[in-house]
């Protein structure tokens, strides 16, 4: 007897993070952040990583400069010809060839009240401008796709337009033809039926789905237009978007994979080890934001399997199937049973591992760690975006962090004057004492406010290991006030990188006193630098 095969169809996962996602109230990328974030998108399987609409700002336009990723597809993003404007006259559409990357997503308007209103030209014209940007995409050796916006407010209100937008896009050459719920008040069985009908116009191989949450259903409208044909599905991590959000790609991945009929019917481009880092890509990706995650987020977030007292916990600790929809590895994420001091050694041994820190599971100092970590994220440590300082707590605790530098005291002097023209001025200056080797050696620096001077002075003279840190930048500084008043506490978390080779890490301070929190992290980071420069720290594995 054989077995039949069952061949799964594939879905696309398209991502538009940094351009949708950036329309977020309080959520502005620097360069910096969308070169990170691409990579993690790339490294999470996603197909396709929409940057930016080039030419639009100095940094989607910097950002464009050269192709960002390295498997996902590298998407621009922007508008149609203009009404009355050649495609070779038309300087929007012009960047949009030259940017970086392999394809161009178009938004286009397909309610005809927004053809009237908006662009201010007739349904014709709309037409045409969509057929000749898609064309025009595919003479350039690009691939062409178009987001139709407001697509089912618009077939709600003159379907035979909003179908012949997408239908003369796909004929046109588009690859995908996206349904946008732009406003993000369709219901899913709408949703469902009005994809199954746009399906005899474009098939379902060619379509895909661009739902937004105003109504917390954008997880539920994607599901739906999946169940009912399209083969691509955009959205954004941690659900991120304008007003109240996008498609959860952080929800909608695991769902995908583990959940029926879809794991069985499907195949995404993200593989289970990928799906194993879902939950540090999700933290991580807050981190940048500077933002807390959401510890109630599905499959991510702190609660996510987190059990307390009772029967639920006792059933947990005997049956984890119980009160648990998949097991918490699958998504990188851990259980969380409070009576049960085994799960958090468990969990903090595989921590362990993925840094590259062996541990025998019966060394006496783990539970003393353990027991440490869990003191310091009372006091509002966060280890979770911050490797580097979770290694070095560790190694210290477990074995031997050799000691580079030993700061003898540092303070930092931060004034305001006014000079002959009346014109402000804010200087700010550090001094460092260090021990290197035995030698004590005084570093003074300025700099743009006092934790740039610290780290201007703490770098300035490290004895014999200075031409070791003088690749060493700090990429970004975040800081969070962890409770109210003028005596909150704080957390700083610095991003450093190795320009010598590329590498990142992330460490962590906190203190009633910024400036001493900031402190931490910096020595922290330096300490990495050399510990790595010496072989004695790995970068931790992909996250």
């Known amino acids: 007897m054989t077995q ?33 974030i691409a990579r993690m998108l790339d490294e999470l399987g996603v197909d396709y990583v929409e940057g930016g609409y080039p030419g639009a700002n100095p940094t989607d336009s910097a950002f464009f400069e050269e192709t960002r990723t390295q498997n996902a597809t590298f998407t621009a993003f922007g508008m149609t010809r203009r009404a009355g404007v050649s495609t070779s006259n038309d300087p ?56 139709c916006e407001h697509f089912f407010d618009g077939y709600k209100a003159n379907p035979e337009y909003a179908l012949a937008c997408a239908e003369i896009a796909y004929q046109s050459g588009a690859r995908w033809v996206v349904l946008c719920d732009t406003n993000g008040g369709t219901q899913p069985d709408e949703i469902e039926a009005i994809v199954k009908t ?136 851990t259980r969380r049973v409070l009576v049960s001091d085994q799960a958090g050694k468990s969990n903090l041994l595989a921590e362990l591992g993925r840094l590259g820190i062996v541990c025998d599971p019966k060394n006496s100092r783990l539970n003393d760690l353990l027991a440490e970590l869990k003191e310091r994220e009372a006091a509002g440590y966060s280890y979770e975006g911050a490797d580097a300082s979770l290694a070095l707590l560790a ?45 004590r050696l005084m570093s003074v620096a300025e700099g743009n406010g006092p934790v740039n001077a610290l780290d201007n002075a703490l770098r300035k003279d490290l004895g014999r290991f200075q031409s070791v840190i003088e690749s060493l930048e700090l990429v970004d500084y975040k800081v969070r006030i962890l409770n109210a008043g003028t005596a909150a506490i704080t957390r700083v978390l610095i991003e450093s990188e190795d320009t010598a080779t590329g590498e990142r890490w992330y460490t ?23 510990m790595r420069a010496d072989g004695l720290m790995m970068a931790p594995a992909a996250e």
């Open 508 to 530: 962590v301070g906190v203190s009633e006193n910024i400036v001493d929190a900031s402190f931490q992290a910096l020595e922290d980071s330096i300490t990495t630098k050399l």
């Open 4 to 36: 039949e095969t069952h061949q799964k169809e594939r879905l696309y996962l398209f991502d538009t993070t940094l351009r949708d996602g950036q329309q977020t109230t309080g959520i502005d990328f620097s360069l910096d952040d969308k070169i990170t």
């Open 198 to 333: 746009v399906m005899g116009k474009v098939p379902g191989t060619h379509l895909g789905i661009h739902p937004h949450n105003d109504t917390e259903q954008a997880v539920a409208n994607a599901l739906a237009a999946v169940r009912a044909g399209v083969r691509q599905i955009q959205g954004t991590l941690n659900g991120i978007g304008e007003r109240c959000g996008n498609a959860n790609l952080t929800s909608l991945i695991p769902t995908l994979m583990l959940k029926e009929p879809y794991a069985s019917q499907f195949e995404i481009g993200v593989t289970p080890e990928q799906l194993s880092k879902l939950t540090v890509t999700s933290r991580t990706f807050d981190e940048i934001l500077n933002r807390a995650p959401d510890r109630h987020a599905p499959y991510v977030g702190a609660g996510a399997f987190a059990t307390k007292a009772g029967i639920h916990a006792s059933a947990v600790l005997k049956e984890p199937e119980t009160y648990e929809h998949v097991p918490p590895a699958v998504v990188g994420n």
């Open 92 to 147: 929007g559409l012009k960047a949009l060839i030259d940017a970086a990357g392999d394809a161009i997503c178009f938004v286009a308007k397909s309610w005809d009240y927004h053809v009237r209103v908006a662009l201010k030209t007739t349904n014709e014209e709309n037409l045409a401008c969509i057929q000749d940007s898609v064309m025009a995409t595919l003479a350039a050796g690009k691939e062409p796709m178009v987001d």
């Open 395 to 439: 190694m210290a605790r477990l074995g031997t962090v050799p000691t580079y530098f030993k700061v003898e005291s540092y303070k930092v002097a931060v004034e305001r004057r006014f000079n002959a023209l009346g014109q402000e001025i804010d200087l700010s200056e550090a001094v460092v004492k260090v021990d290197v080797d035995g030698q």
